[in-house]
């Protein structure tokens, strides 16, 4: 339940006037941020601005749950995963693909952000949970 930073740094709570970091290798999240901000900003220019309209049409739906928008967010990076070069990994280009579509979507419709993000976050700890630490692992 961390605070969302935008300057890419994880949050602390305060106790006794210090910031309290959880426990986890600060220097192993950064690597690994800097290296996914770098294959999202090649990404980003793959992402049509169609696909993010539709998205974001997904989220204004109020009818539709969150596991339903998953879904479809789902199927759209499936769809996008198709014109990315085989030589990245499935899993890495796909979870940089959720985070490239939240953040295009969040800037074309700021106030969807809790929504977005709680169901992006959602999205990526069901789908990449193993890969996820995978990643730390193989960085330690």
């Known amino acids: 339940d961390d605070e969302l930073q ?3 740094n994880r949050s602390g709570h305060f106790r006794n006037g210090d910031v309290e970091l959880a426990p986890t290798n600060e220097e192993v999240i950064r690597i690994i941020a800097a290296q996914l901000a770098e294959i999202g900003d090649q990404l980003d220019k793959e992402i049509q601005e169609r696909v993010v309209n539709g998205l974001v049409q997904h ?9 339903e928008i998953a879904r479809h967010m ?3 990076v499936r769809e996008l995963i198709q014109a990315i070069p085989s030589d990245m990994e499935q899993e890495k ?3 940089v693909l959720a985070m490239v579509l ?3 979507i969040v800037n074309t419709v700021p106030f969807l952000l809790r929504r977005v993000f709680d169901t992006t ?3 990526m700890n ?11 692992s193989a960085v330690t």
């Open 121 to 123: 976050v959602n999205y």
């Open 74 to 76: 789902s199927r759209v």
């Open 6 to 8: 935008t300057d890419g």
């Open 102 to 104: 939240t953040k295009k």
């Open 93 to 95: 280009a796909m979870l």
């Open 59 to 67: 989220f204004l739906n109020e009818n539709l749950s969150n596991e």
């Open 126 to 136: 069901r789908q990449f949970h193993n890969y996820k630490i995978d990643m730390v």
